[in-house]
């Protein structure tokens, strides 16, 4: 089975602080890499998503880093709030069939 | 516009019962999924199907049953239950022409005692 791995597992940041978090891939036929966002009793929802063709996709507070070579890639959250405090999940694959990570609990402390 | 609509949000099994989890949308996507959550472990993907009468297993399709007989509706059904199916259970459809977002439902949690 495809392996996504994240890191960190969790993650504690101060209002306004940067928050990054990292995924490392297998399959380089995979050409769909997203970050869904996931709030206690919630479904995960689509934050961001990017392919391959570019290095990095930039959504107001949210960016993907994607690094081919080293097949990894990483979400930032700038100006991190209390508001982002949630689990953020990194996938690959296809909207068909995606591959998750373990997850990342972000705490953002006001 | 409801999206993916999950039921229950919430069951209580005991071992060896059998229940299906209900998972419909309103999107007319041709492709939806199945997917549980543990702890630590991401989701992991059960089963899908791409379209109506036509299904597949993912990583996890051991003890889990699935069929589509219309394209908005995707019933799980856990045949006898066991306690290693204790999870949080959640359904997801995107458009398979696309290649896009999944939407997902909010959830079943079910624990099997």
């Known amino acids: 089975q495809q392996q996504v791995k994240q890191s960190p597992q969790s993650l504690i940041v101060q209002k306004g602080g940067i928050s990054i978090i990292n995924c490392a891939y297998e399959?380089?036929?995979?050409?769909?890499f997203p970050w869904y966002q996931q709030f206690p009793g919630k479904g995960p929802a689509l934050l961001i998503a990017i392919r391959p063709d570019v290095s990095e996709k930039k959504e107001g507070r949210f960016t993907i880093s994607f690094n081919k070579s080293a097949k990894q890639f990483s979400l930032h959250i700038m100006d991190s709030q209390p508001g982002d405090s949630a689990t953020y999940f990194c996938?690959?694959?296809?909207?068909?069939?995606?591959?998750f990570g373990s997850g990342t609990q972000l705490t953002v402390l006001p | 516009n409801a999206g993916v609509t999950q039921t229950p949000k919430f069951q209580v099994l005991k071992t060896g019962q059998s229940m299906t989890l209900q998972c419909a949308q309103d999107?007319?996507?041709?492709?939806m999924s199945w997917y549980r959550q543990d702890p630590g472990m991401g989701l992991r993907l059960i089963h899908y199907?791409?379209?109506?009468?036509?299904?597949d297993q993912g990583e996890v399709p051991n003890g889990y049953n699935v069929s589509r007989s219309t394209t908005e509706d995707f019933p799980l059904r856990l045949l006898s239950a066991a306690p290693s199916q204790t999870s949080v259970y959640f359904c997801?459809?995107?458009?398979?022409?696309?290649?896009?977002?999944?939407?997902f439902g909010q959830g079943t949690r079910l624990t099997v005692v």
């Open positions: 996938a690959t694959g296809s909207a068909r069939q995606l591959t």
């Open positions: 997801a459809s995107s458009d398979y022409r696309l290649n896009t977002e999944a939407f």
């Open positions: 199907s791409v379209g109506a009468g036509i299904t």
């Open positions: 399959n380089t036929a995979f050409d769909y």
């Open positions: 999107m007319n996507h041709e492709y």
